[in-house]
């Protein structure tokens, strides 16, 4: 039984899209239930997730030239790794534009916490319960969130110097 | 009378001379003893994943060198690993061998840097320059193939950019040989060196559980004891078929993660070694047959359509970028025409191969690969160096994200740090080898 | 009288040529390291390439001690006010190297988030275009600066990164050996 099949068969309800393109096994959820899917993930002795890989997200603004519609703007995804069983997870929270929020997994690994840092830098999402959620790339002066994808690449704000 | 006392913070960096690479700890000081420690880190953002998704898949590459740029090559093959996956295609025998060689010299070059660099903030400045020295070798077989010393952008979707030159074995046995000889020399100097010893035994020690818990990889989840390495648990290219041990320490000290990558080193430099004994000849090698013709001359030759055996021929570039005459070494490539551009006598020799290079190399053609997300991960040199591809079927990549094995170390730093003594910070930062360009990307 | 004051010129102008002798062959630089071009700097530091040959074999790491500032690698929008704050900190007179394309004008990272050209926030003596530079481009670029120490020509533009029109650099107040002491005296 792959960990792909164990969340289906314990999260089927608020489950809204899995793959396993190329092999790597994906599940998309809804962000009420992730802290529960995470702890599902660490505590279940036969799928043993100890490391938190991986923690980005995705901006899925007018995908593919808006002929993929996406019900959600953003996805938070989550790589997984267990060293005992070596095997991978990618999870997946679709989050909405209005209100981008997720639960924090700070409390569940350590790895979580500048992972989500870089989150909220990088797209503006929020972490509920991150002990710390400030800037971590960028500077406290800058307005906006650089990779959404409405952030033009070359919009600089410096600090010093001349602006353009 | 009683003596108050208050701790005291104290700013390092972002450019201070025992910190090589640009990052700032603000530090709260009880005397000599470290209380608590603030890490900023972002000072070297240069936006990678934001440029990537303004340009095609291929000219990513550049953008990789400039990660790890102490170990180019593996993010290289990281990235293309990465792309080939998403494409769902595979690459030559003699492609793999090749990039399992150029990896493992940029690992020894890596870890060369990074004791070097660490050795000389610990006052060993000998250690540094003969390491260096021993890296100046390494840059010299890198440069052979590649062209370039550092920045290399040397592999290609589907393949790599030029061939072995023809004794190239020979001169990396020599080289090989070499470095051995200079590692020999800094481990007589260092490993039972007292002041080194002293400074590194027991500083910036971290346990198992917060290793995993930080979710570190490479020399330093290693050095804590537990032998995960990406190539021997999901063996990539053909690291399968390769007699490697994965060196592991005990305390998870600083003097631990010193051994885990000295015997590293060696052990890259056996796998070398097994990859020249094992490499076949290449769908490239041995077919050239014809004369040496300057690449001019080929152009002028095919305009007049005299394209007859033109494959067969040598090709000669002159000059190069380097200001000499240097052969043209043909790349090795998988046999997918919708990804890999043709030999350039196809491209100029008949209309099949001007249209297919055209179709590749043109604004809006390109490389095309499904509607998909994957992520591929390699050993880099500081751990686990994973790509996350995110591609919505056009030439440009949607989202890549690259998974920054220094990013966790560092955000472990503190963990490292309490506890021990201010003068401590150099060989525990020393170890941890930060590379900015991959910490901050 | 002319043969006075042609005597005093003689004597001026020649003992700025044993300054300008003198500067040029003890660089003491500051490594401002950043990124990938610091690879290159060690491999031109180290034994290899050697530009202790050229007296600028030793890094100082206090802009106070330096000369000439090596800006080696990119420099972000966030790093740029510690290198305008290191530049101002120098003592005068002072030279800047740019060292690698990004410093020169910003490299293919034509983004939010990186200066375009260091120039347009400190003025440049020296630029070392390459991406890295290779190490005989370096030390190219060395003795082209050691034949502008030797002339006392010092930088003083700054540059628009998008039109590229210079404009005199608005300095802070020249921090003078003299002054340096002065204060050291006054703080003791």
Known sequence: MTPLQRVQEKFSQ????????????????????????????????ELDFNFLMDVTAVDYLFFAGG????????????????????????????????????????????????????VWDMFGIKFKGHPNLKRILM?????????????????RQPLIGPQN | ??????????????????????????????????????????????????????????????????????????????????????????????????????????????????????????????????????????????????????????????????????????????????????????????????????????????????????????????????????????????????????????????????????????????????????????????????????????VDRAKMGQTEGLLTDEVDLDPTLQGSTKKYYKGISADKKDVVLPPKEETYGNIEGLMNHFKLVMYGHGIRPPVGEVYFPVEGANGELGFYIVSDGRDQPWRVRVHPPCFPIMSALPKCLIGDQMADLVPTFGSVNMIAGELDR | MSFMSSASNFFTSKMSDAMGWARKYSIFQYPFVTACCGMEYMSTAAGHYDVDRFGAGFPRFSPRQSDVLFVVGTISHKMAPVLKDVYDKMCEPKWVVAFGVCTCTGGFYDNYSTVMGIDTIIPVDIYIPGCPPRPENVIDGLMKLQDKIQKGEQSRTLYDPRTKIGRPAQLQEGYSVVQHIKHIESSS
């Open chain 1, 14 to 45: 608020d489950i809204l899209e899995t793959h396993a393109f190329r092999g790597d096994e994906t599940v998309l959820i809804r962000p009420s239930v992730l802290g529960e899917v995470a702890k599902f993930l660490k505590t279940t002795p």
């Open chain 1, 67 to 118: 002929r993929i519609p996406k019900e959600f703007r953003f996805e938070v995804v989550y790589h997984f790794l267990s060293l005992k069983y070596n095997h991978r997870l990618r999870l997946k929270v679709a989050v909405d534009e209005k209100n981008p929020e997720v639960d924090t997994l700070t409390d569940l690994w350590a790895s979580a916490n500048w992972y989500e840092r870089e």
């Open chain 1, 139 to 155: 500077y406290e002066e800058f307005q906006g969130h650089a990779l959404r994808k409405d952030y033009p690449f070359n919009k």
């Open chain 2, 1 to 298: 009378m009683s003596t108050q006392t208050r701790s005291m913070l104290l700013n390092v960096g972002p450019s201070h001379p025992a910190m090589h690479g640009v990052i700032r700890l603000i530090m709260e000081l009880d005397g000599e003893k470290i209380k608590g420690v603030d890490v900023e880190i972002g000072y070297l953002h240069r936006a990678f994943e934001k440029m990537c998704e303004t340009v095609t898949y291929t000219q990513c590459f550049p953008y990789t060198d400039r990660l790890n740029y102490v170990s180019p090559l593996i993010n290289n093959v990281g990235f293309a690993m990465a792309v080939e996956k998403l494409l769902g295609i595979d690459i030559p025998e003699r492609a793999k061998y090749i990039r399992v060689i150029m990896s493992e010299i940029s690992r020894v070059t890596d870890h060369l840097t990074c004791i070097g660099a660490s050795s000389m903030e610990l006052g060993a400045m000998s250690v540094f320059l003969y390491l260096i020295k021993a890296r100046e070798f390494l840059y010299e077989l890198v440069e052979e193939i590649t062209g370039a010393r550092l920045t290399i952008s040397y592999v290609r979707i589907g393949g790599v950019k030029a061939d072995l030159t023809p004794g190239f074995t020979d001169r990396a046995f020599q080289k090989i040989a070499e470095v051995r000889k200079v590692l020999i020399e800094a481990d007589k100097l260092l490993t039972r060196n007292r002041i080194f010893f002293d400074r590194m035994k027991n500083t910036g020690k971290i346990s198992a559980e917060d290793v995993i818990s930080h979710g570190i990889t490479g020399p330093f989840l290693r050095g804590s004891g537990i032998a995960y390495d990406v190539r021997k648990a999901n063996p990539y290219l053909i690291y399968d078929r390769l007699d490697f041990e994965v060196p592991t320490g005990t305390t998870g000290d600083n003097l631990d993660r010193y051994f885990v990558r000295m015997a590293e080193m060696e052990q890259s430099l056996r796998i070398i070694e097994q990859c020249f004994q094992q490499i076949p000849d290449g769908p490239i090698a041995g077919e050239l047959t014809g004369e040496m013709l300057p690449a001019a001359e080929m």
